[in-house]
Nanobody, 127 residues
Framework: QVQLVESGGGLVQAGGSLRLSCAASRRIFNDYAVAWFRQAPGQEREFVAAISRNGGTSYYGDSVKGRFTISRDKDKNTVWLQMNLLVPEDTAVYYC????????????????????WGQGTQVTVSS
């Protein structure tokens, strides 16, 4: 089991940027595809972005395409979510999730596919 810890959330004005980090407790994290999901109060969990185990494939939710970028650093056992041009609708708790996969597998976009989850980090975008 890999523990995932998110950080980097906070309060930012609309149009601003934040970079979220998802750090893993073990190097085996490099065997994992990783995704970011978010959940706003009263809403269902929403797919944000995902990156494959080898970092070669990434997917984005329609609402964040062109504004968010997911990346990973194997040496640091960390996945980042760079969020630019933030809007109030991006306000949510952001969760990172991991799933052990084969090297060439494309990452999943369904939350139910992921077995390891972090505790979440709050992102609030003011208008």
């Amino acid at each position: 089991q890999v523990q995932l810890v998110e950080s980097g959330g906070g309060l930012v004005q609309a149009g601003g940027s934040l970079r979220l980090s998802c750090a893993a407790s073990r190097r085996i994290f490099n065997d994992y595809a990783v995704a970011w999901f978010r959940q706003a109060p009263g809403q269902e969990r929403e797919f944000v972005a995902a990156i494959s185990r080898n970092g070669g494939t990434s997917y984005y939710g329609d609402s964040v395409k062109g504004r968010f970028t997911i990346s990973r650093d194997k040496d640091k056992n960390t996945v980042w979510l760079q969020m630019n041009l933030l809007v109030p609708e991006d306000t949510a708790v952001y969760y990172c999730a991991g799933k052990r996969t084969i090297l060439t597998a494309s990452p999943d976009v369904e939350a139910g596919s992921y077995s390891n989850w972090g505790q979440g980090t709050q992102v609030t975008v003011s208008s």
